[in-house]
Structure formats: structure tokens, C-alpha cells
């Protein structure tokens, strides 16, 4: 059972103030709450799940049982942050966002300078994962990595990538030179990667903020059609083309 104030909990991380002051998030949906429940390094306070998905999952929530809460679906539709509920909710302590510069400098980055669609965000970080990438930077105008929908567009990758919070002239990067995508650069298709790049990627609507145009090593362009109508790509989407390249060079 689940008492009022664990439910007037939950819903209260659904906002960021709440979420820094408990030092807790959300993750929601089956596929996420499999892969925490397996191979998470993140601390689980609370698993939230109807009947039917805990009796089906009974042998991996085997070691969570103290911290196991059953629901009703409509007592589901009360905590949830999506619109269809998910059977299952799990509540995490959130991991330290200083940044860890030895772990940055291992190997290739991505910056986020205020990119803040929390879609985008999780869409990055799930691309980052898919190639390999084990940083991601945030800077603080960006969308909250432990946003609800940052959390479910990553579908679980946030499990698997540093997130770390800092602004880009504080970062120590040792070896890494910096690429910013930008519409007016060099053509990603004639373009030769640095052995250690950090990725840059700018605001939906402003692009790159000036300060950090002006400290980027290389400025790069995805090539389009002469005949396109898009002026511009979404941020989402461009990272990944530039991701792919950058992970077949």
C-alpha cells in the first residue's frame, strides 16, 4: 500500500526544487525499470509497480522487497509524470553532476549549451550511448538531466553515460579539441575529427551562445540539399549525424 504522503512525495519530484531538495527522481516505464533494476549504479529508494508487474518480475525484484510499494493503477495515474501510466515507477538518489575531469578526459564529450527541450536532452544522452560516448555536460541553462522526460527520452542510457553540470570555460579538458556545430562552418563531408573532441551543441532556437563561439577549435556544418525548406535541423537529430561520423572516422 501506498500511504498520502509517499504519494504527495513522488508527485513533488515532478518538479526540479523538489527534486534538489530530496536529492531523489523519477524513472518510469517498464523498459527503464528493467535495466535500473539490473545493472544501475544509482541508488533506488522506492520501487512503485502494480500487482501484475511485480508478480511477473518477481525473481529481479527479489532483492528490493523491503522497498517495494504496491498500487493500484489508479493510484498509479496519481504519481505518474506521463500521460498513459506506467505499471511501474522507481525513485532514485541522484548522483553527484561536479564534474569528474579525469573520467571527461578519457574520451570523447558532448556539451549542451542551454539546450533546453527536455526531449532533446534525453535524445542526446540515448545517442551518446549508442556511440559510445561516455560524458555528457550540461550547462546549467539546459534542461535538468533527472527531468521526468529527460529520464524516459534517454529509454533507460542514462544508466550508462556520466552526467555531469558546469559551464564550458570551467571545464579542465587536457586533451580534447572542441567542435561546435554551426550553420556556417567547415562541411562535415571534407571534415577530419580530432582524436579527442568534445562536441558542442547549441540552444534549439539561439545556437552556440557567443562566449563559447569565440572558444571553439572548429567550427562544423551537416550539408544539406540546395532545394531543402528546413533552415535549420533539430538539435536531437544533429547530434546524431555528427555522432555517427564522428564514430566512423
Known sequence: MITNNQIKFVKSLHQSKFRQKYNNFIAEGDKI????????????????ATPY???TNASILKPYNSILIDVSPAEMSKISALKTKSPVLIVLE????????ELLNRGHAIYLDNVQDPGNVGTIIRIA???????VVRSKGSADFYNPKVVQSTMGSFLNV?????????????NHR??????HGSSLSNFEWPEKT??????????????????????????GSNARVADSLNVG?????????????
Open 33 to 48: 525499470a528493467q535495466e535500473i533494476l539490473q545493472n544501475t549504479t544509482y541508488k533506488i529508494i522506492h520501487i512503485i
Open 129 to 135: 550511448d549508442w556511440f559510445g560516448i561516455q560524458s
Open 178 to 183: 572542441s567542435v561546435g556545430a554551426v550553420m
Open 94 to 101: 541522484k548522483q553527484s553532476e561536479n564534474t569528474d575531469n
Open 53 to 55: 508487474w511485480i508478480e
Open 237 to 249: 537529430m544533429a547530434t546524431g549525424i555528427l555522432c555517427a561520423a564522428l564514430y566512423n572516422e
Open 198 to 223: 568534445i562536441l558542442i551543441m547549441g540552444n534549439e532556437g539561439k545556437g552556440i551562445s557567443a562566449a563559447i563561439h569565440q572558444e571553439i577549435d572548429h567550427h562544423v556544418t551537416i550539408p
Open 162 to 174: 556520466s552526467l555531469f553540470t558546469d559551464e564550458f570555460s570551467n571545464l579542465n579538458l587536457k
